[in-house]
């Protein structure tokens, strides 16, 4: 297996953060939008299961999927979603 420099692996693992920061960002702005049904939580669940299979801040991604669960007002449909991503 070829080993990356130190820089590539820097690039690579701040790339991965960026990507994760734009993923939360998504799931803020897709809640915060006028179109909430199950395709838009869907995309959120995709977007944080893609998140948590990169093993990037799990802890993060756990709370920030605990607190979508636990949202007032209740999102059924959204819970059923990250259900059915192996998020809960």
């Known amino acids: 297996m070829k080993q990356m420099n130190p ?18 960002e998504k799931c803020r ?7 909430r049904d199950r395709s838009t939580y869907q995309k ?9 299979s990169s093993n990037l801040k799990q802890g993060e991604i756990k ?7 636990t949202f007032k007002p209740n999102l059924p449909a959204l819970k059923d979603e990250l259900k059915k991503a192996g998020l809960i």
Do not use: C, N, P
Request: glycine share 2%; charged share 25%; no cysteine.
């Open 7 to 24: 820089k590539a692996l820097f690039i690579e693992s701040t790339l991965k953060e960026l990507a994760d920061y734009r993923s939360f």
């Open 44 to 52: 959120i669940a995709l977007w944080l299961k893609t998140m948590k």
């Open 63 to 69: 709370s920030y999927v605990q607190l979508l669960y």
């Open 29 to 35: 702005k897709a809640l915060d939008g006028q179109k």
